[in-house]
């Protein structure tokens, strides 16, 4: 595995933006999508990309989960994607115009909203800094690296890293799933995620979550 290749790319993060006035979901909802959307990105591993997941980078990952978790999971959308019953989460508990004003919907830089947005737009425009103790992180919350000209997202699943860092065969997924512990040893020290790296930014929450939970 190799993370500095094929990274996503886009402008350098400078700060992070107030997201104040941004809905926010309540405790009982915010419980059921973190566990909807670490089942996605759970089930991208094993599975392999959905068919539907396009722009298949690191930010593409996210957006694409976090768009399915807000998904009515009725038996359509579990045989569609190859899911059982077993152990399912609660459902995202969400009026039809909640869950349109949060899927494909990310704030941009200039304060529009598009269905595209970008690593660095990602965690400026549409996630609050929480810090850089990999303790505060949560399942769900994005830890987000700046290498200069190119910026990289990854997810914390509550039991290990995930990631898309680009294909290298044709066989190749892209998808990636480390322990926080070898993060930790590295060899590439740029991306290890401690406090004296000055290449990992922080941990990230998504907007719509409630900063503390």
């Known amino acids: 595995m190799f993370l500095s290749k094929y990274l996503c790319t886009g402008l350098i993060l400078l700060s992070t933006t107030s997201l104040a006035a941004d809905p926010v979901l309540n405790p009982a909802q915010t419980q059921a999508f973190r566990g909807w959307f670490v089942r996605i990105v759970n089930e ?19 957006r694409f989960a976090v768009a399915e978790a807000l998904q009515k999971h009725d038996a359509a959308w579990l045989q569609s994607n190859g899911i059982s019953r077993t152990g399912l989460p609660p459902e995202v508990d969400l009026s039809p115009a909640s869950r349109d004003a949060l899927r494909h919907n990310w704030k941009q830089s200039d304060g529009k909203r598009a269905a595209y947005v970008p690593a660095f737009g990602l965690v400026q425009n549409n996630a609050r ?83 503390a939970s």
């Open 44 to 62: 991208q591993l094993r599975q392999g990309p959905n068919p539907r997941w396009q722009h298949r980078d690191c930010a593409g990952l996210v």
């Open 129 to 211: 800094l929480i810090g850089k103790d990999i303790n505060q992180a949560e399942a769900g919350d994005l830890l987000f690296f700046d290498q200069g000209d190119d910026q990289h997202v990854m997810v914390w699943t509550g039991r290990y890293i995930a990631y898309h860092t680009g294909t290298v065969h044709p066989k190749d997924s892209g998808l990636r799933a480390v322990r926080i512990d070898q993060l930790m040893q590295w060899k590439d020290t740029r991306w290890q995620p401690r406090n004296d790296n000055p290449n990992f930014i922080g941990i990230y929450r998504l907007a719509f979550l409630p900063f």
